[in-house]
């Protein structure tokens, strides 16, 4: 093997490329380490938690729409509604007391809104999939469906 300063440089580093290092965990053998796991475990180490963010829409037909901005958490998320709420399920058991959720919302309907908010992790179902009533909304005027947007960001702590 060649002085590793004689090998050229690489400009553009991709998730496939290779670092070399010693494994502590194996007799401080030398192997080759995937820059992505390397990336996840540093992550791991600097940032407590993964994010799932998005912008959701409801309309006035009651059709939901998901933009997704941020999804590092390895999960894939469904989302479904009703006249009073909407639900987002998991693809995969999350803890409840591991979870965070920030949400701005606002009525963009011409129903008057008493409430649209998210719910806490305390409302994760039993077998950790499902959120129920992510989004529970309370009209006060008594027209649905209710057309929302919001903006949520979703935690989900080492």
């Keep these: ?27 401080s053998t030398t192997k080759n380490f995937a820059v992505e796991a390397f990336a996840e475990y540093v992550k791991s180490k600097i940032l407590p938690y993964s994010t799932f963010s998005f912008f959701i829409v409801r309309n006035s037909s009651g059709v939901i729409s998901i933009t997704e901005h941020m999804n590092d958490t390895g999960l894939t ?35 008057q809104v008493g ?19 992510l989004i529970p909304i309370k009209v006060s005027d008594g027209s649905m469906p209710v057309q929302i947007e919001a903006s949520v960001e979703f935690k989900i702590y080492n």
């Excluded at 989302?79 to 701005?104: E, Y």
């Excluded at 409430?115 to 009533?133: F, H, I, M």
């Design 115 to 133: 409430d649209v908010l998210l719910l806490q992790p305390k409302y994760l179902a039993s077998s950790g999939t499902a959120l129920t009533r």
């Design 1 to 27: 093997m060649a002085r590793i300063s004689t090998y050229p440089l690489d400009s553009s580093i991709t998730k496939n490329d290779k670092l070399i290092g010693t494994d502590g965990d194996d007799n």
């Design 77 to 111: 998320f469904a989302f479904s509604g009703s006249s009073g709420h909407i639900d987002m399920t998991a693809s995969s058991n999350i803890s409840n007391n591991k979870v965070s959720f920030q949400a701005t919302a606002l009525n963009i309907g011409s129903g």
